[in-house]
């Protein structure tokens, strides 16, 4: 089981794509409640050039409820992580987790039914990217 999945994108800016990856995820009911901007993270921290890059923390309310309910320590696996990486000029990468193969650590069945759904929105949003 593959934990991501990845689709290249061009765009005219990762701004612009970012702007595209929030609305598609606002589409299927999650919000961005984190954001690591790697590339201006390595340039601070290790004087280090790395290409546009980040990491954007999703989080959809019901299903996050649902999962801390049925495992109070789900949260170490949250949120559901999407990268937007720039892989030179216009094109970039975006990269969904997938939810099902980083919670069946976990083993539990009430989990599994709920990282297959989410996967399913994510996976969603990943598609209607053009």
Do not use: W
Not at 31 to 53: F, H, R, S
């Amino acid at each position: 089981m593959n934990y991501y999945q990845a689709k290249n994108i061009h765009s005219k800016d990762l701004d612009s794509l970012r702007s595209q990856v929030e609305a598609g995820l606002k589409e299927v009911g999650f919000g961005v409640l984190t954001e690591i901007n790697v590339q201006a993270t390595m340039k601070k921290k290790l004087d280090k050039d790395y290409p546009p890059y980040l990491i954007l923390g999703a989080c959809n309310p019901v299903f996050a409820d649902k999962v801390i309910q049925a495992e109070p320590h789900i949260g170490t696996l949250l949120p559901c992580n999407v990268t937007i990486r720039g892989l030179g000029g216009d094109l970039y990468e975006v990269a969904i987790m997938d939810p099902s193969a980083a919670m069946s650590v976990v083993q539990n069945p009430n989990i599994e039914a709920l990282a297959g759904e989410v996967r399913e929105k994510l996976q969603s949003m990943l598609n209607s990217l053009s």
